[in-house]
């Protein structure tokens, strides 16, 4: 059975920091692909970050890019998301995906919640 298990959301205030994570189990890590995308509320999904399946290539949307840090440890098939400098604005349920070749898997989600 394929599971991706979100964790480590939460409310911090303004400026501060989380650091998300997602398991993997269920299918083979290291080939695929990760993303971590938000949804807000009344909003559409977020592309946030992603990253290679070797780790080797990562990207950031704009709204993130030198706040959030994405890694990965395929011997233990995690994702990873450190994110610091939290505004309001990062307010949503961050979900990870895995992604190869058309197989697409996605996590439950785990709510962040930035407000003083």
């Known amino acids: 059975e394929v599971r991706l298990v979100e964790s480590g959301g939460g409310s911090v205030e303004p400026g501060g920091s989380l650091n998300l994570s997602c398991t993997a189990s269920?299918?083979?890590?290291?080939?695929?692909?990760m993303i971590w995308v938000r949804q807000a509320p009344g909003k559409g999904r977020e592309l946030v970050s992603a990253i290679s399946s070797g780790g080797s290539l990562v990207y950031y949307g704009d709204s993130v890019k030198g706040r959030f840090t994405v890694s990965r440890d395929n011997a233990n098939n995690m994702l990873s998301l450190q994110m610091n400098s939290l505004k309001p604005e990062d307010t949503a349920v961050y979900y990870c995906?895995?992604?190869?070749?058309?197989?697409?898997?996605w996590g439950q989600g785990t709510q962040v919640t930035v407000s003083s």
């Open positions: 995906s895995a992604d190869r070749l058309g197989d697409n898997y």
């Open positions: 269920g299918f083979t890590f290291g080939h695929y692909a």
